[in-house]
């Protein structure tokens, strides 16, 4: 039998215990409400970037391409002339010349890594084949592309997150992975569109590796592609070993 003094002990001791309950629940879901608030804020200026990224694009194909285009025709007649100058001016004519067909290409290549035409105008299989060819001439990586050949269209910010993926994957194989090769795997099932990217790489320490499965590593490129996944209701997965590194991005079809 419990006597009163030992009932008065007992009430004494689970009054803290109930505080103490009480605002560990508070605090848990304090920092759920801003676990949620930095999600919906990192979707957000994932998004404000897309868009900034595509306006960009536009801008400098539009205004400094087109100038620079205007600039190459002129100097074009006057090097039709180019007879009638000193060697040292016809030379220093074609070498601006020259620069010049440089700085377009190169803004050419800036404009569509930003975000390339082909994205909105033929769909997302033909932007990963435009970006894999550049990124294996650029790197010296051999890129190995399993797409469908008619994949068809998906909404634009499921294309637009998919890409983006592929971006960041292969820019970290490029990095960290030394890696002489890279395959990327797309594949539309009735429910799912999967996006696979493997490497042969050295693959990712166990503790890094554990890091971004708890995702305690908060990596922007890592972060940035586990919030478009998570934006879209789909699911992401990273595996590695000393054989090399893959990703899994599942995006569940619209209804």
């Not at 299989?125 to 550049?134: F, K, L, M, P």
Request: charged share 25%; proline share 4%; glycine share 4%.
């Amino acid at each position: 039998m419990v006597d009163i003094k030992q009932a008065a002990s007992l009430s004494e001791l689970e009054e803290p215990i109930t505080d103490l309950t009480t605002e560990l629940r508070e605090q848990v879901a304090v920092t759920q409400r801003a676990e949620v608030s930095l999600r919906e804020l990192t979707a957000r200026l994932l998004n404000i970037q897309d868009e900034e990224r595509r306006r960009f694009a536009r801008d400098l194909h539009d205004s400094a391409g087109q100038l620079l285009t205007a600039m190459s025709i002129d100097l074009a007649v006057v090097q039709q002339e180019s007879n009638r100058l000193s060697s040292e001016a016809a030379r220093a004519l074609s070498d601006a010349s020259s620069l010049l067909q440089d700085t377009l290409r190169d803004i050419r290549t800036i404009s569509h890594l930003l975000h390339p035409p082909l994205l909105d105008e033929a769909g997302l299989t033909s932007a990963i084949r435009w970006y894999a060819e550049g990124f294996a001439e650029r790197s010296k990586i051999r890129v190995v592309l399993n797409l469908p050949q008619d994949f068809g269209r998906l909404p634009r910010e499921m294309e637009t997150a998919l890409f983006r993926i592929v971006q960041e994957s292969l820019t970290n194989i490029h990095r960290h992975s030394q890696s002489p090769l890279a395959k990327i795997t797309l594949l539309l099932t009735a429910n799912n569109v999967l996006l696979q990217i493997e490497d042969e790489g050295k693959g990712i320490p166990a503790h890094k590796l554990w890091e971004m499965q708890s995702e305690r590593l908060k990596g922007v490129g890592l972060a940035g592609m586990r919030e478009r996944v998570r934006q879209l209701g789909g699911d992401f997965q990273i595996t590695s070993d000393s054989n090399g590194t893959k990703l899994l991005a599942k995006f569940p079809l619209p209804v």
